[in-house]
């Protein structure tokens, strides 16, 4: 990587930490102040915040997707287990975590007038590690046979609905892409598991929620953005802002809207390719730092939120945004410390189960 690229990146790392920061001071200012829930007038910087890491998201994921098919070393197996160690190593250790934790400071079972239909039980536990909960393709199985099966997010870790949509976002351009570039004995395979990533990103979708949106644009960019020059880069950062911020002014509570998630997806990565960023090089560590305990910071804040305002009730207003705020991070360092931070030695440690045979067809080719 040069140290032009790196430079760059700590754009990217500075834009996700603060995301991570905004959904927490969000969702803390909700909680502190009961009278914004539901409001629909209000702009939910968290629910925004969800969009930026769509985009990041969808960008930085093509991009590495591009450059190993341009070197010849990109396997559905090595892609999957990439996006399965960096999801699911920090992840699986917070469910115990928030288990005990609910149980603590919620009661037996668990309660609180913040999340409705808090779900806790073994099938809640099931669906949230395999990545199920709310679940378009689960729900209409729900509605059709009359079934039980469909969770939302484990107890009150409630965010960790974006988490599975992102999941099946993962898998279904993956399984695209292998259908489309290979050959492979496992194509049924491929197709199944496809098919379902697909439809459960397009249920969503259909509800009203265009993230995807956001994810598309971010990989659109960076399949293929065209070659401006940083004045034609920051006009369009600048435009794509400014309208962003009109859609908001006349629709506030219109986060997910189609024309919102694409606005900012263009506005950030147009921002990023309009400059070197070389400013923030002095800021490099602090930078990095924040951005690398984004994700624990995603997965534990709203747990600590919820438990924070049941242990203390008399904790209100911007006392409570304040207490919350630095005891989240506090708690989130540590979790990337002891749990996210061990993913790259998971993956390694992946490779070293032997694959099927057969499995060398699936490599696009």
Same mark, same amino acid.
């Given at each position: 990587?040069?140290?032009? &690229?790196?430079?760059?990146?700590?754009?990217?790392?500075?834009?996700?930490?603060?995301?991570?920061?905004?959904?927490?001071?969000?969702?803390?200012?909700?909680?502190?102040?009961?009278? =914004?829930?539901?409001?629909? !007038?209000? *702009?939910?910087?968290?629910?925004?915040?969800?969009?930026?890491?769509?985009?990041?998201?969808?960008?930085?994921?093509?991009?590495?997707?591009?450059?190993?098919?341009?070197?010849?070393?990109? +396997?559905?197996?090595?892609?999957?287990?990439?996006?399965?160690?960096?999801?699911?190593?920090?992840?699986?250790?917070?469910?115990?975590?928030?288990?005990?934790?609910?149980? @603590?400071? #919620?009661?037996?079972?668990?309660?609180?007038?913040?999340?409705? !239909?808090?779900?806790?039980?073994? =099938?809640?536990?099931?669906?949230?590690?395999?990545?199920?909960?709310?679940?378009?393709?689960?729900?209409? @199985?729900?509605?059709?046979?009359?079934?039980?099966? &469909?969770?939302?997010?484990?107890?009150?870790?409630?965010?960790?609905? +974006? @988490?599975?949509?992102?999941?099946?976002?993962?898998?279904? *351009?993956?399984?695209?892409?292998?259908?489309?570039?290979?050959? %492979?004995?496992?194509?049924?395979?491929?197709?199944?598991?496809?098919? *379902?990533?697909?439809? &459960?990103?397009?249920?969503?979708?259909?509800?009203?929620?265009?993230?995807?949106?956001?994810?598309?644009?971010?990989?659109?960019?960076?399949?293929?953005?065209?070659? $401006?020059? &940083?004045?034609?880069? +920051?006009?369009?950062?600048?435009?794509?802002?400014?309208?962003?911020?009109?859609?908001?002014?006349?629709?506030?509570?219109?986060?997910?809207?189609?024309?919102?998630?694409?606005?900012?997806?263009?506005?950030?990565?147009?921002?990023?390719?309009?400059?070197?960023?070389?400013?923030? +090089?002095?800021?490099?560590?602090?930078?990095?730092?924040?951005? !690398?305990?984004?994700?624990?910071?995603?997965?534990?804040?709203?747990?600590?939120?919820?438990? %924070?305002?049941?242990?203390?009730?008399? #904790?209100?207003?911007?006392?409570?945004?304040? @207490?919350?705020?630095?005891?989240? !991070?506090?708690?989130?360092? $540590?979790?990337?410390?002891?749990?996210?931070?061990?993913?790259?030695?998971?993956?390694?440690?992946?490779?070293? *189960?032997?694959?099927?045979?057969? %499995?060398?067809?699936?490599?696009?080719?």
């Amino acid at each position: 990587m040069s140290h032009q &690229s790196k430079r760059h990146v700590l754009f990217l790392d500075l834009v996700r930490g603060v995301a991570a920061q905004a959904v927490l001071v969000g969702h803390a200012v909700v909680i502190a102040f009961p009278a =914004l829930i539901g409001h629909k !007038n209000f *702009f939910y910087v968290q629910s925004w915040a969800v969009v930026v890491f769509l985009a990041l998201s969808g960008y930085l994921i093509a991009g590495s997707v591009k450059r190993r098919l341009a070197a010849g070393t990109f +396997t559905l197996a090595g892609y999957t287990k990439d996006r399965f160690a960096r999801i699911f190593v920090p992840l699986v250790p917070l469910v115990p975590i928030v288990l005990i934790g609910d149980r @603590v400071f #919620l009661g037996n079972p668990p309660k609180t007038p913040l999340i409705n !239909n808090l779900n806790d039980g073994p =099938l809640a536990i099931v669906t949230n590690l395999l990545m199920l909960q709310d679940n378009w393709v689960i729900q209409g @199985v729900d509605r059709v046979l009359g079934t039980d099966l &469909s969770r939302r997010s484990l107890g009150s870790a409630a965010p960790w609905w +974006t @988490v599975g949509l992102e999941w099946w976002i993962y898998l279904a *351009f993956g399984c695209l892409l292998a259908l489309i570039l290979a050959k %492979t004995k496992y194509r049924f395979a491929s197709v199944l598991v496809g098919l *379902f990533a697909l439809a &459960s990103v397009i249920g969503t979708t259909l509800s009203g929620n265009m993230l995807i949106g956001a994810w598309i644009v971010g990989a659109a960019l960076a399949w293929w953005a065209p070659q $401006l020059s &940083s004045r034609a880069w +920051t006009a369009i950062a600048a435009v794509s802002t400014a309208a962003v911020i009109g859609f908001l002014v006349l629709e506030p509570g219109s986060v997910y809207r189609f024309p919102v998630v694409a606005g900012t997806s263009v506005a950030i990565l147009a921002a990023y390719r309009a400059s070197d960023w070389s400013v923030l +090089t002095p800021a490099a560590r602090p930078i990095k730092f924040v951005a !690398n305990y984004s994700y624990s910071l995603y997965l534990i804040h709203f747990p600590l939120l919820i438990w %924070t305002a049941a242990a203390a009730p008399g #904790l209100l207003g911007i006392w409570f945004v304040l @207490v919350s705020f630095i005891g989240a !991070n506090i708690v989130a360092v $540590l979790c990337w410390a002891a749990f996210e931070q061990q993913f790259p030695k998971v993956r390694t440690w992946m490779d070293r *189960f032997p694959a099927p045979r057969g %499995t060398k067809a699936i490599e696009l080719r």
